[in-house]
């Protein structure tokens, strides 16, 4: 009778039975897929939500459901998402931070002089709890209550149909029990509040109706930037939350000390995210320039905002707000390809800036070009109107912080980090395989096919049509003495394209000019 194997389990060199011998082989793929250049990690306070724990978020509702609305104060978490989203960013990975003295809401129901029967208290601290509302009231069964918890733009928790048939001791656990498990297939614990049976069993259940759980707190009051940058280790705080979570970009709300920026810029280099950084509000050209030579900012992974702030309508605290511009940044390079600069792409949202005032107060204040080579120069960038292309507001250079003007641009730090990161993510599957001609043309093979899907979408080209990438992965750089120890090597050369950002037009105007025409 035949034998089924999976391919690679059978030692075929040392068969000795005569028979049929199957051998299943995986389809195999050389196929590299992009990672995902669009995700933005946003470290902030919020009302709501884990502390120092990444959530995923698609949009700025979401954001509402896990951390409570949009708040009008610094290091908030909701603001920069808000603005990053009409900019068209759908992804986000958000982590709440607070300043150590958040509490959690709670209500002692039936509370008397002789104590109290259970307690609920909010699942998570923040002033959102304020807003869980508790009713207790006569169940669908006979003999039977319901309680109901609900929130502002959550749905209802109904638990109905705790028994009270036992006496009030048994009732107040069941209605614990309820609460932290759940009682029915449709009902599982609370996504709200946690529960604890207390000091007084003996309460009789009574109805229950409009009140609130009450003294949650936000912790937001004295948050710094160092709380917002956090720690790392084995319990990771901040902006190290954001480890391993895919993110493109990153925005450490509001946080504006120079002597954490190159803190930030270390960890996007390690991890493979563009920081987006900014100066405090009211900033001039001259101490910014000095401050960031002070810091020792001077890296492709970071992108220093002038700190000439933005006005913004905040449409969920109808007030129109000045914010940093981190959130638009950010917002606009997640909405692009990789090999796209933020240079020159309009941004939605703004209706002034500290510089130029508010539009509708029609004062008119434009950077002059002595002033944008001055932050330029410096490696600073800035949100400004009009732009390049029309009188719109954009990013005006399209640079990061570096000083070296062959990395300087977004393009660079964008398209080095989705390409590094899809190898990292991609290439591991060969880690473990026999070192022969096969695999080393497979690995070749792999990565040729990756860049060449590049060209075809556009993020790889050239001017003059050669192929932009070279890839060396055979015997002239993988010798027996080093492939004699386990060591494979890919040389890849990659070029970018370049940003038009100094665009010349010869123009010779003139009476006398003669002009020639060519079909």
Known sequence: MAQITQLGSLNTAALVVPDLYVQIAAPQTLALNGVS?????VVGTASWGPVNQPVVLGSLADYNVAFGSVQTRQYD????????EQQGATSFVG????DGSDTAANYAMLYSSAGYPAILTAIYTGTLGNQVGLTLGTGTKTGTWKLTLQMPGQLAEVFDNIDASQGAASFWTNLVSAVNNGNSASRGPSNLCAASVGNNLSTAP?????QYLMNGSDGASSVADAIVVGTDGVSRTGMYALRGQACALAVMADCVDPTFWTTQSAF???????????GARGQVISSAVQMKQQSGLDSYAAKLMFGDWIYWYDQTNIQTRLVSPQGVVAGCLANLSPEQSSLNKPLSGIIGSQKSGLASSGQVLAYSSAELQQLFSAGIDVVS?????????????????????VIASDAYTRMTNFIAETLSSGMGKYVGSVINSTLLSNIRATLLGYLSSLVTQ???????????????????NNPQTRTALGYVQADVQ???QGINERFIVNLQGGQNVTVTTTN
């Open 37 to 41: 250049t669009d995700r933005i990690g």
């Open 77 to 84: 978490l909701g603001t920069p998402i808000a603005l990053a």
């Open 385 to 405: 109107n009009p732009a390049p292309g029309g009188a719109y507001w954009a990013v005006r250079c399209g640079h990061n912080s570096s000083s070296s003007s």
């Open 268 to 278: 996007g280099e390690s991890e493979g995210i563009y920081m987006i950084l900014a």
């Open 494 to 496: 990659v070029r970018y």
């Open 206 to 210: 009574q109805a229950i109706a409009d």
């Open 458 to 476: 556009g993020i790889l080209g050239s001017v003059d049509g050669a192929a932009p990438y070279a890839v060396v992965c055979d015997a002239s």
């Open 95 to 98: 982590v709440r931070v607070t």
